[in-house]
């Protein structure tokens, strides 16, 4: 593990303790992969989205600063959590606009392909994903867990299988299989 891995790890582990010295000190090693995990998840909003990179990195910080009792483990894990908490405000913010503009939870659903593709495209529809994401968790919450974890988290295989205390061959198989069941999900809802 990487030297600033570790320093995150440690630094983590203090902070969880209490040391509000070791928050100050994780902020700058950790900003920057927060950063590039917003770009992602906003890359797949449409164009014009109100929330912007930076108030979307600066509402999951104060989440994550406020998140009690969790007995930190490894930087993964951390980033595993934000992952988590930038999702639901994403989700959160799709709902409010889908309420507000339509009258109503009124969806579009999109295909899971336009979804998992990250390219250029802004088609990803995060109500929809987000709703075939909890159908998955209630059949199987680590191929749920994984999909978190590699699509909004952009963790790498080796990544997950480290925060989730498994194989790199089980996220493998469960990665593949999540996809394939989502994809199958939200062809049939559309």
């Known amino acids: 593990m990487p030297t600033e891995q570790?320093?995150?790890?440690r630094l983590l582990r203090k902070w969880g303790e209490g040391d509000q010295t070791a928050l100050e000190?994780?902020?700058?090693?950790?900003?920057?992969e927060l950063q590039r995990m917003a770009h992602q998840y906003m890359r797949r909003e449409k164009p014009g989205h109100v929330l912007q990179t930076s108030a979307l990195?600066?509402?999951?910080?104060?989440?994550?600063?406020?998140?009690?009792?969790?007995?930190?483990?490894?930087?993964?894990?951390f980033f595993g959590i934000a992952a988590r908490l930038m999702r639901r405000i994403l989700v959160d913010d799709a709902r409010r606009r889908n309420?507000?503009?339509r009258g109503g939870a009124e969806q579009i659903q999109v295909?899971?392909?336009a979804a998992l593709t990250v390219s250029q495209e802004?088609?990803?529809n995060v109500v929809a994903l987000d709703e075939a994401l909890k159908s998955l968790e209630l059949r199987d919450k680590r191929?749920?867990?994984?999909v978190e974890l590699r699509f909004f988290g952009g963790l790498s295989i080796e990544e997950t299988a480290d925060v989730l205390k498994v194989s790199a061959g089980t996220v493998m198989r469960d990665w593949t299989f999540a996809r394939a069941w989502l994809r199958s999900e939200m062809t049939n809802t559309t």
């Open 25 to 32: 000190e994780l902020t700058p090693l950790v900003y920057e």
């Open 99 to 101: 309420s507000l503009k």
């Open 57 to 77: 990195i600066n509402e999951a910080y104060l989440r994550l600063v406020d998140e009690r009792g969790i007995e930190w483990e490894s930087r993964n894990q």
């Open 111 to 113: 295909p899971l392909d």
């Open 122 to 124: 802004q088609a990803t």
């Open 143 to 146: 191929q749920s867990q994984i």
């Open 6 to 9: 570790h320093e995150v790890t």
